[in-house]
């Protein structure tokens, strides 16, 4: 039986076929393993892009039904790289208003409340720390639970004019059992609403305040819920007041005396002061309730 013999030259281009491949499967390991994160990375964040023009939509849903301009829509949402859910009692907004110092419910001096308003929300929970929240009219974006990014506004709004001051205040209300991932239709429901024109503090009338007694205003905001989903809600209601709030009282006729990371205090300067006085501050807050199902 003969005997069977590799050349040196067939040897060679063995070698040199195994030695070219090895390269090529080096090259593409190494191509991959850089490159994957990389483009896993920017599916990510397209994907919550992607969200983002979701919950624009949901935005506008919500205050249709919430405004009642439609009392029941339903809207079909997709949802990839996380999910949706519903979460009542999300957090609370609690109104005071006082003469002197501070607010002393047996002493007399409370103008208005303290009257709390809960509300409940709708958010996105994503990848790697991403977060999307619907609360009050609101979208916010959150990025590693403690970052966020205003996307759209709620309806809180200030006028000021003739040394008088109107404040409106748009809170909604979200309830029901709901969260999914995939695709769904989901429907919102107006189970009640009302408009309170409950405080007017009046300067120019003293029978409505302690003679040479400041006027104060405290508005409070608590996220209940955010550290559950590990979103920093201390943060988050710093958020709130120096993003949304704060803007309301840059006026020469109030001064803000005290702000920290869930409630900010003006003064408002009646006709004693220097400064630009203000003869009267009327707030109206709309309270919208509804409810969301799928």
């Known amino acids: 039986m003969g005997v069977f013999r590799l050349n040196g030259k067939a040897v060679s281009e063995v070698l040199g076929y195994i030695l070219v491949l090895s390269v090529v499967v080096a090259t593409i390991t190494v191509i991959y393993a850089a490159g994957m994160p990389a483009i896993r990375s920017q599916e990510d964040i397209a994907v919550f892009r992607s969200m983002e023009n979701t919950f624009y939509v949901l935005q506008n849903v919500e205050r249709l039904v919430a405004y009642n301009i439609t009392p029941e829509k339903s809207v079909s949402v997709r949802v990839e790289g996380g999910s949706i859910a519903v979460v009542p009692d ?8 006082w003469y002197g110092s501070s607010p002393h419910p047996t002493r007399g ?3 208005f409340g303290p009257v709390t308003y809960s509300y ?4 996105y ?3 790697n720390g991403r977060f999307l929240i619907l609360e009050n009219g609101a979208v916010i974006a959150c990025y590693s639970g403690n970052r966020f990014l205003n996307l759209l506004d709620p309806r809180i ?12 205040f748009s809170i909604i209300n979200v309830t029901g059992a709901l969260g999914f991932t995939g695709s769904k239709s989901i429907v919102f429901r107006n189970i ?7 405080l007017r503090l009046d300067t120019l009338n003293p029978a409505l305040h302690w003679s040479g007694q400041p006027q104060n205003l405290r508005i409070t905001i608590k996220e209940l819920k955010a550290d559950q989903l590990g979103i920093n809600g201390d943060r988050l209601s710093e958020f709130w007041i120096n993003t949304y709030f704060k803007p309301l009282f840059n006026s020469t006729a109030l001064n803000i005396i005290a702000i920290n990371n869930t409630s900010i205090t003006v003064q408002i300067r009646g006709l004693g002061y220097k400064a630009t006085p203000i003869k009267s501050i009327n707030l109206t807050v709309g309270y919208y309730n509804i409810t969301v199902s799928g």
Do not use: F, P, R
């Not at 999300?90 to 208003?97: D, L, P």
């Open 90 to 97: 999300w957090g609370k907004i609690t109104i005071v208003a």
């Open 120 to 123: 409940g929300a709708i958010i």
């Open 192 to 198: 009640g609403s009302s408009i309170n024109n409950s």
């Open 157 to 168: 709004l200030s006028l000021y004019h003739s040394n008088k001051l109107d404040l409106y």
């Open 125 to 127: 929970i994503g990848k």
């Open 109 to 111: 001096n409370i103008i």
